[in-house]
């Protein structure tokens, strides 16, 4: 089946820094991977939708200048946060699938940023 | 009104019941409809996925799905205590656009 390997697991930086967080598809092709954020008791939020070759789909609400976000292959997107405050601490995860027929979604394992 | 509906519960089963989780949708063009378990900590995994009306039967998971009614349960037989999770209802409106409810969140006691 279909394999998402996301990286770092966990990570810990300092605020005013960026952090980049990396989701591979790998073992099949993904034009189109998408971002999530989860806040702890709370369910999944989409933050964007990362299309290989051309800009991300925000959703409402998040800044595109703070969580950039580059899909620069079929089978690896980043999701940058850029100068991460405390606030931005939360649970990242990426997600790929085969977006037609099926429309499954595979995650990640997700990357828990700890901002101090 | 939210895209994708459940209750958060907890809901609490004893050992060996069935759990019984609803999700309510209210893009009515939507057309395919999973569940996924998350564990504490942990990213969702898919448990069942379910395209046309009626039951859907795997192993003691069973997916109900009523489009008229915008309607999609998951039944959890024989339930066991590895069974607590948090269980995600998620909707796909078209190719590129998965929305998740809150979820659900399960205990099942020894």
């Known amino acids: 089946g279909a394999v998402v390997s996301q990286h770092p697991s966990r990570v810990i930086c300092k605020s005013g820094t960026s952090v980049k967080i990396e989701c591979r598809s790998l073992?099949?092709?993904?034009?189109?991977m998408f971002w999530y954020r989860q806040f702890p008791k709370q369910s999944l939020m989409l933050m964007a939708t990362s299309n290989e070759g051309s800009k991300a789909t925000y959703e409402q609400g998040v800044e595109k200048d703070k969580f950039l976000i580059n899909h620069a292959s079929l089978t690896l997107s980043t999701l940058t946060v850029t100068s991460a405050h405390p606030e931005d601490s939360s649970f990242y995860i990426c997600?790929?699938?085969?977006?037609?027929?099926?429309?499954?979604?595979?995650f990640g394992a997700g990357s828990r940023l700890t901002v101090l | 009104q939210k895209e994708v509906e459940q209750n958060s519960g907890p809901l609490s089963v004893p050992e060996g019941a069935i759990a019984s989780l609803n999700c309510t949708y209210s893009?009515?063009?939507?057309?395919?409809f999973f569940w996924y378990r998350q564990y504490s900590g942990k990213s969702p995994e898919l448990i069942m996925s379910i395209y046309s009306n009626g039951d859907k039967e795997d192993g003691r998971f069973t997916a109900q799905l009523n489009k008229a009614s915008q309607y999609v349960s998951l039944l959890i037989r024989d339930s066991q205590p590895s069974d607590s999770a948090t269980y995600l209802c998620?909707?796909?409106?078209?190719?590129?656009?998965?929305?998740f409810g809150a979820g659900t969140r399960l205990t099942v006691k020894p």
């Open positions: 073992d099949f092709q993904a034009t189109t």
């Open positions: 997600s790929a699938g085969v977006l037609s027929g099926a429309n499954v979604l595979t």
């Open positions: 998620a909707v796909n409106r078209n190719n590129n656009d998965m929305r």
């Open positions: 893009d009515r063009g939507s057309q395919s």
